[in-house]
Each structure stands twice: as C-alpha cells, then as structure tokens.
C-alpha cells in the first residue's frame, strides 16, 4: 500500500508560479515511475506530467503544459513535484499525484494505481 498526499495548491492570479508537492508514504516509489493528472468537475481526469523512476532519466508532458510545468522527483525523501509556470485560467483543476504500474512515463490513467486525494489550483484571470 502507498499512501500520497498533494499540497501546495490555492489561488493565483494568470502568469504566477505554484509548486506542487506530492508526499509518499507506505513502501518506497523509487522504482516506479510518477505522475500529476488534473480533474476538473464533470470531465475526465487528465495526464499531466510523468517522470520515469530513475531521477533525470526521462519526461512527458501533455501539449497543454509542456514549456510551462516541469516535474521532479526527490527519491530519497519520497517526494514528486510540479512546478507550474506562467499559469492560466485554463490550468483551473484539481490536481493528483500517482504511483505507476511501469518505470517508464505512460500517460493513461489505467497504467497508475495509487491516487492521493487531490490540491485544488485555481487561476483567475
């Protein structure tokens, strides 16, 4: 079992910087890839960002994010971030972290298992 909880969420203004945090407790993710995926109320819970186990080791982004969010993952202290740049009111979600079921970045939903509870970001403009 992974437990993961998301912080770092709140109100912004369009152009400002959020980091988010993920914390994982339970067993180590160090040899599991990551990643961020984002809900909004009545739609399909969305990829974000993924990072695959190994730290540098590769990327992906969705089209919607790439240039402006980067991820990074902190294997010896259990923790996975985003740093969300130049936000848009667009970006507007509540955001999730979780655990892979493969060491590569996927970016389907169905290739994740352990989910944390959600941060909820949000951009005016």
């Known amino acids: 079992q992974v437990q993961l909880v998301e912080s770092g969420g709140g109100l912004v203004r369009a152009g400002d910087s959020l980091r988010l945090s993920c914390a994982a407790s339970?067993?180590?993710?160090?040899?599991?890839?990551m990643g961020w995926f984002r809900q909004a109320p009545g739609k399909e819970r969305e990829f974000v960002a993924a990072?695959?186990?190994?730290?540098?080791?590769?990327?992906n982004y969705a089209d919607s994010v790439k240039g402006r969010f980067t991820i990074s993952r902190d294997n010896a202290t259990n923790m996975v971030f985003l740093q969300m740049n130049r936000l848009k009111p667009e970006d507007t979600d509540v955001y999730y972290c979780?655990?892979?079921?493969?060491?590569?970045?996927?970016?389907?939903?169905?290739?994740?298992?352990?989910w944390g509870q959600g941060t909820q970001v949000t951009v005016s403009s």
């Open positions: 979780a655990t892979s079921l493969y060491r590569d970045p996927r970016v389907t939903r169905a290739d994740y298992d352990y």
């Open positions: 339970g067993r180590t993710i160090g040899n599991v890839a």
């Open positions: 990072i695959s186990w190994w730290i540098g080791r590769s990327t």
